[in-house]
């Protein structure tokens, strides 16, 4: 079982950037695939950006490519979501989720065991 403690939120002025860092405990994080989730009130969990286990792998939402960077480091047990260029619709709980069954990067919420307890985005106009 990993636990996952995201940081980095905050309110920044559109434009404006913001790093999210998600620490994982246990010695096993590089069997993990792990992503970034986002939800807005009102709405659906969202996928925003997943990473292999090496790394080597690299999907993003839509609505972030060009903007936002996924990043892992598995010697400090940690995944990276640096975000450019926000803005107020980037506004969410941002969650960090990871997967140990199968080294793709999945979509859909479903596919994640476990799960952060979210950080909070605040992109003002």
């Known amino acids: 079982q990993v636990q996952l403690v995201e940081t980095g939120g905050g309110l920044v002025q559109a434009g404006g950037s913001l790093r999210l860092s998600c620490a994982a405990s246990g010695r096993t994080f590089s069997r993990y695939t792990m992503a970034w989730f986002r939800q807005a009130p009102g709405k659906e969990r969202e996928f925003v950006a997943g990473?292999?286990?090496?790394?080597?792998?690299?999907h993003y939402a839509d609505s972030v490519k060009g903007r936002f960077t996924i990043s892992r480091d598995n010697a400090k047990n940690t995944v990276y979501l640096q975000m450019n260029s926000l803005k107020p619709e980037d506004t969410a709980v941002y969650y960090c989720?990871?997967?140990?069954?199968?080294?793709?990067?999945?979509?859909?919420?479903?596919?994640?065991?476990?799960w952060g307890q979210g950080t909070q985005v605040t992109v003002s106009s």
């Open positions: 989720a990871a997967d140990m069954a199968i080294d793709v990067v999945g979509l859909s919420r479903s596919l994640y065991d476990y």
């Open positions: 990473i292999s286990r090496s790394g080597g792998t690299i």
